[in-house]
């Protein structure tokens, strides 16, 4: 059998974005890494969402989402307000600054350079994720800061973990942090079906903590 090293997916090119949508209540807000554009005619976009996020949930439900593009200058607080808790507990745009795209959803006001507004036409079941095959319906370019990148999330805005305080008492990791939101679970080994309580990332998005 041929030798898969999961490594190898991690030098794929990936943005980083805030996906905003409605339960038909409140205003929800997620954050994603996995947006695409698949064909330019008709102008279409993929985006995979994890069915643990309850995004998944009402983009199902309404068939529409925007996608905010973030950029270099959006600090960590944005990725702990979108990532770190779940719309269903938190209403992720109290006391926050918004204006609406005309089809009624949130576009950040700060720390993006453009949005697209997305009609769902198909959805493809992926079995822990759903992606969603998009019409772009509006986009707009606000500025032209650069593009926050996962990479650069990594190396600039994500704080790094802490020194260890004490040799580890084997050559086994003393546990493994989330690369998507930092989120560290203590123990080895990793379980193959560890779901980040945070970002609702799956075991592969683990890396050792040594």
Request: charged share 15%; with cysteine; glycine share 6%.
């Amino acid at each position: 059998m041929a030798n898969i090293d999961n490594k190898a997916l991690y030098n794929i090119g990936y943005g980083l974005y805030v996906i905003t949508s409605n339960d038909g209540v409140k205003h929800n807000g997620m954050i994603c890494n996995t947006v695409i554009q698949l064909t330019g005619t008709p102008l279409t976009v993929g985006v995979t969402i994890n069915k643990s996020n309850y995004t998944c949930d009402i983009v199902q439900s309404t068939g529409i989402m925007n996608v905010n593009l973030l950029t270099e200058s959006a600090p960590f607080s944005i990725f702990e307000k979108y990532g770190f808790s779940s719309g269903r507990d938190v209403n992720k745009f109290e006391n926050t600054v918004y204006t609406l795209s005309e089809n009624g959803l949130t576009v950040l006001n700060e720390y993006i350079n453009s949005y697209m507004s997305l009609k769902v036409k198909q959805s493809i079941d992926l079995g822990t994720h759903v992606m969603f095959i998009c019409d772009v319906t509006e986009a707009e370019v606000i500025n032209n800061d650069p593009s926050m990148t996962y990479a650069y999330y990594h190396k600039n805005v994500k704080p790094k973990p802490a020194a260890k305080t004490a040799a580890p008492s084997s050559d086994a990791p003393r546990g493994y942090m989330c690369k998507i939101c930092g989120y560290v679970y203590e123990g080895h080994p990793l379980p193959e079906d560890f779901v980040c309580p945070l970002c609702k990332h799956p075991a592969s998005d683990f890396e050792p903590v040594e």
